[in-house]
């Protein structure tokens, strides 16, 4: 036991090592990008009718007129102790004004992968077992176009339809400005009926991706010997599609979900910027203008180590679904 | 059916850069008549005007140069880089490879998107950034692409005789290996000025990208987004020729990798 205690620790060990390295590369690629860049958050964020000395000033409090290398230290040594700073433009602690826009990002992301994940499943399997028929062409092209499509036209043109057109939902936002009070059974509702139109935007962008790849994976299991030996021994066709097909073509789902959570992560800012959805994509994108650079900061941070941590839960998740892989 | 992708590259192509050659036809002239009202379609502006009278027709096809040179552009760019840096780590591997490779990682495990607005905001938003900026955020999956390859290659017999010849570095690097890198990159690139073309519009569509009074596919779309309910052709018809375009590349994609490799081929 103990000794099985030890391996594991040293394998945790052996990842997390590079991975700790990779952050302290990404901290000083995306410093080095941000401050290098002409111009400073303090000429942004003034007055111009501000004297020269209160520019300096105020370049001094915020530590900006410190060299290169010490401010990336300074700030380098602030996060290891926990503080990521305060807003340049609300004031807030940056960890608090990302954790705020936390519950947001979290419905949206995480009902569009449970959709993504129920529905391209059957269409991928029935496609590839009903392959070259006018529902695998229909579900191919369909995939095809919604993958070329810009989402945030998509959008638009969604919220043309459906809000401007024929006012079944509403345009943008997240809930009405009156209902801070009502119950939670309402405020759900309202979240909900604002919901809609991000999430079809998200999901009509990113069926396209698993779909085609289950239909690919059953394609290739259906021509596998042991689905002949199982045809041949009578098994109905349904439990050989949903038995032996669907279990091996699930296999490699994790490892491309892992592979999904970059693009899920900034392709969903977009939409929140759009749909003014108060998560952290609508965040980012004003703190892009604002030159925010605290926010950025722990913006860019935050989502790596998602990144990261995404790629490693495949990574573990893909050896205990396949114990062949060691 | 089959044909028709090509076809419609082929149609863009020749109609966005013929147009310089014919007279009259300026993408930047509006109708001081039109300003202020967008007009919709009708037979002398076929895809209707935008609110300062400009002719959306036109705008769409001199959109669609900008939008293929960013794409052509930025994929030359980035597969040029990602070629050259995978060639090198895969031949010299030691201690260069596990820092480039390192770099990689990095880079990989960033959110791109959100790395190109950053970069994009703090630098003056041009046609040249935007390409820039797009080659240099995705050269990464080539590298990685090109080096297991060149790995794999170097311990095949070809390679080995050649060695035993006494054959030069450049000429081993470069006529021996590259060739048998080239079928996986040629289908990443198709794929890739798809997807550079989405990352302009992205761009351009939240002014980060190319500036007025340039058409772009994308600031098309920034400007349609006020009047989308009263001139709904300003949107749909850049969006549109945004998805048709990708959608050719990926289709064109997806056959040279059906052409290149036999064993798709046989499953699928």
Redesign the interface.
């Known amino acids: 036991m103990n000794i099985t205690n030890g391996l594991y620790i040293k394998k945790f060990l052996r990842r997390l090592i590079?991975s700790l390295?990779?952050l302290l590369?990404?901290s000083l690629?995306?410093f080095m990008?941000?401050h290098l860049?002409?111009?400073d958050p303090a000429s942004m964020m003034l007055d111009p009718k501000l004297s020269l000395q209160d520019k300096a000033l105020l370049k001094h409090n915020l530590g900006l007129d410190q060299p290169l290398w010490t401010q990336y230290g300074h700030w380098l040594g602030h996060v290891l102790r926990g503080q990521w700073g305060y807003s340049y433009v609300s004031g807030k602690p940056v960890l608090r004004a990302i954790a705020e826009r936390l519950p947001a990002t979290m419905i949206l992301s995480v009902s569009s992968l449970t959709l993504i994940l129920m529905l391209t499943l059957p269409l991928g399997l029935w496609s590839g077992y009903r392959?070259d028929t006018g529902f695998d062409k229909t579900v191919t092209l369909l995939s095809?176009?919604g993958?070329?499509?810009?989402t945030?036209?998509l959008g638009?043109?969604l919220?043309?339809i459906f809000s401007?057109?024929l006012d079944w939902l509403p345009t943008s936002g997240f809930l009405e400005p009156g209902l801070e009070t009502s119950s939670f059974w309402e405020q759900s509702v309202a979240i909900a009926q604002h919901l809609i139109l991000p999430l079809m935007t998200i999901l009509i962008g990113s069926l396209a991706g698993l779909t085609r790849y289950y239909r690919?994976e059953t394609?290739?299991i259906l021509?596998q010997d042991y689905i002949q030996a199982a045809r041949a021994r009578g098994l109905s066709e349904t439990r050989i599609l949903f038995k032996h097909a669907l279990k091996n073509a699930m296999l490699p789902m994790v490892t491309l979900l892992g592979l999904m959570l970059?693009e899920l992560?900034?392709?969903t800012?977009?939409i929140e910027?759009i749909f003014s959805w108060p998560g952290m994509g609508q965040l980012?994108?004003s703190a892009?203008?604002a030159?925010d650079y605290p926010v950025?900061m722990g913006?860019?941070m935050m989502?790596?180590v998602l990144?990261?941590v995404g790629?490693w839960l495949s990574d573990v998740a893909y050896r205990w679904v396949d114990p062949r892989i060691s | 059916m089959r044909r028709l992708p090509y076809l419609y590259i082929l149609a863009v192509f020749i109609l966005s850069f013929g147009m310089s050659f014919i007279p009259g036809l300026d993408a930047t002239r509006f109708d001081p008549l039109l300003a202020g009202q967008p007009q919709a379609p009708s037979l002398h502006h076929p895809f209707g005007t935008d609110d300062l009278g400009r002719d959306v027709l036109v705008r769409s096809i001199s959109g669609a140069k900008i939008s293929l040179l960013v794409g052509i552009v930025s994929v030359v760019l980035s597969t040029v880089l990602g070629v050259s840096v995978g060639l090198l780590c895969g031949y010299f591997e030691g201690v260069t490879d596990a820092i480039i490779m390192?770099?990689v990682?990095?880079?990989?495990?960033?959110?791109?998107?959100?790395?190109i607005?950053?970069?994009q905001?703090?630098?003056?938003p041009s046609i040249w950034n935007v390409v820039i900026v797009i080659g240099l955020t995705s050269w990464m999956g080539t590298t990685r692409l090109v080096r297991a390859e060149v790995l794999s290659v170097k311990q095949r017999l070809f390679i080995i005789s050649a060695k035993a010849r006494g054959i030069s570095t450049s000429r081993l690097v470069f006529k021996h290996m590259l060739p048998h890198t080239l079928s996986p990159v040629i289908v990443s690139a198709t794929l890739g000025v798809?997807s550079a073309i989405?990352t302009e519009?992205?761009l351009s569509?939240?002014g980060l990208g190319v500036q007025p009074p340039y058409a772009s596919w994308?600031n098309m779309?920034e400007r349609s987004?006020p009047l989308?309910?009263e001139a709904?052709w300003m949107?749909?018809v850049p969006?549109v020729l945004?998805?048709?375009?990708?959608?050719s590349l990926?289709?064109l994609s997806d056959h040279a990798r059906a052409a290149l490799n036999k064993k798709e081929r046989v499953?699928?």
């Not at chain 1, 993958?147 to 810009?150: E, K, Q, R, T």
């Not at chain 2, 945004?242 to 959608?247: A, G, K, P, R, S």
Request: aromatic letters at 12%; glycine letters at 8%.
């Open positions: 590079p390295f990779t590369g990404i690629v995306s990008l941000m860049a002409p111009g392959k095809f176009v993958m070329a499509m810009p945030f036209w638009l043109v919220m043309l401007l057109k690919f394609i290739g021509t970059p992560v900034s392709g800012f977009v910027y980012g994108i892009v203008f030159r950025l913006m860019l989502s790596s990144i990261i790629n | 390192r770099l990682d990095v880079l990989m495990a960033l959110p791109t998107l959100f790395l607005l950053i970069i905001s703090l630098w003056k798809g989405l519009s992205v569509f939240l994308g779309l987004v989308m309910n709904p949107s749909i969006g945004i998805t048709l375009t990708v959608l990926n289709v499953v699928s």
